[in-house]
């Protein structure tokens, strides 16, 4: 009688992408959970979720400020209010999605993710962008950027 092995190449195949996929499938579980979190708890109705600490200590919208409503809007299907919200962040949401489908693909592949958009230049290009429009939604005269 022969013995089979209990752990085959075509059974660590499957072992391995699953290991490789994990950050992606976290990252995708989280990014899920929060949705379905702020889908089902209205971000605008109060009590629900923490204030935002910048808005609370200086008064002024930081870059991220409208975020939860604009996922919130989104999950019922309200892209007009959802842009309204945080138009940065509703122009990245596809950048965002292809990101992380090249990075899911990539790690099929068995390949590290590389991107311009992760050396300094194109990091330090994003933040000093962050602020621009942090400043900017505060501003009278760009009050459509303000949530």
């Given at each position: 009688?022969?013995?089979?092995?209990?752990?085959?190449?075509?059974?660590?195949?499957?072992?391995?992408?699953?290991?490789?996929?994990?950050?992606?499938?976290?990252?995708?579980?989280?990014?899920?959970?929060g949705?379905?979190?702020?889908?089902?708890?209205?971000?605008?109705?109060?009590?629900?979720?923490?204030?935002?600490?910048?808005?609370?200590?200086?008064?002024?919208?930081?870059?991220?400020?409208?975020?939860?409503?604009l996922?919130?809007?989104?999950?019922?299907?309200?892209?007009?209010?959802?842009?309204?919200?945080?138009?940065?962040?509703?122009?990245?949401?596809?950048?965002?999605?292809?990101?992380?489908?090249?990075?899911?693909?990539?790690?099929?592949?068995?390949?590290?993710?590389?991107?311009?958009?992760?050396?300094p230049?194109?990091?330090?290009?994003?933040?000093?962008?962050?602020?621009?429009?942090?400043?900017?939604?505060?501003?009278?005269?760009?009050?459509?950027?303000?949530?």
């Amino acid at each position: 009688m022969t013995r089979v092995p209990v752990h085959s190449h075509e059974d660590q195949r499957p072992r391995a992408l699953a290991r490789r996929l994990a950050p992606q499938g976290a990252v995708l579980g989280g990014v899920v959970a929060g949705a379905l979190l702020v889908a089902f708890r209205d971000p605008g109705e109060p009590g629900h979720y923490p204030s935002c600490p910048f808005l609370v200590m200086t008064g002024f919208y930081c870059p991220g400020c409208g975020m939860m409503r604009l996922v919130h809007a989104l999950t019922h299907g309200d892209a007009g209010t959802a842009f309204g919200l945080n138009p940065l962040l509703f122009v990245l949401l596809p950048v965002f999605g292809y990101l992380y489908v090249r990075w899911t693909v990539l790690g099929v592949r068995g390949m590290p993710m590389r991107s311009v958009l992760f050396r300094p230049a194109a990091a330090y290009s994003f933040v000093g962008l962050l602020a621009v429009y942090g400043v900017l939604r505060n501003l009278p005269f760009a009050q459509s950027l303000a949530p």
